[in-house]
């Protein structure tokens, strides 16, 4: 999913497009749009720390070529591990390379993983490299992770996993005025992807320790 475009991400994205720079062909992040366990476990998916059109655009920033949003559906879900290298990875995009996490899977039950990719790319003609998982003192770089941090109210240690600030983009709009009661200037936003279906939270959003943010 990428989501949240972290340090662990950013690594990950880097040599992507190292490597394409290398053999002189245009870098691709894929994605999928709606979250996967949206599909498989409707209503279960958890709030995402950043907008698909903010991901494309951290994306861009870090020198991708192309940002590749794949819509996630029942049928996809149940893809063999094998029909998802070959019908989507080969006869669409033609990959010469794949760089993925080294805990990566992918096809119906995540029957897919790092080595199956690695002997797919041998029978296609494709590399494929797992990169270890990004982190500092036992602790991974994890959009979970971060997500918690947002949930604790911790934005200190969110913006160190990020790489930057948590972000919130959306329409000031009138609220209660209730910042006049607290002594400081507060802001209301409304933004369509704030909220999904049923008023449910898609976008992580700060709350001091103990309060939910899913």
């Not at 996967?36 to 059109?53: D, N, Y």
């Amino acid at each position: 999913m990428f989501d949240g475009v972290h340090r662990g991400h950013r690594e990950l994205i880097s040599r992507a497009v190292e490597l394409a720079a290398k053999r002189d062909l245009p870098s691709v992040v894929m994605t999928f749009d709606p979250h996967p366990s949206e599909v498989v476990r409707p209503g279960s998916h958890p709030a995402q720390l950043t907008t698909l059109k903010r991901r494309a655009d951290l994306v861009e920033e870090l020198g991708v070529d192309v940002f590749c949003v794949l819509p996630f559906t029942p049928e996809m879900s149940r893809m063999p591990a094998d029909a998802f290298v070959h019908e989507l990875l080969v006869e669409q995009l033609h990959v010469a390379a794949v760089v993925v996490g080294e805990n990566f899977t992918f096809g119906r039950g995540a029957q897919g993983d790092v080595a199956l990719l690695r002997t797919l790319g041998s029978r296609f003609g494709f590399t494929a490299e797992g990169e270890g998982l990004a982190g500092e003192d036992h602790l991974v770089y994890s959009s979970t992770y971060i997500r918690a941090c947002i949930d604790a109210g911790d934005v200190v240690a969110a913006e160190h996993a990020l790489g930057r600030p948590h972000r919130l983009e959306g329409i000031v709009v009138r609220g209660d005025g209730r910042g006049r009661d607290l002594g400081f200037p507060t802001a209301n936003l409304s933004h369509a992807e704030v909220r999904g279906s049923a008023g449910r939270r898609r976008v992580r959003v700060p709350f001091p320790s103990g309060r939910p943010g899913a």
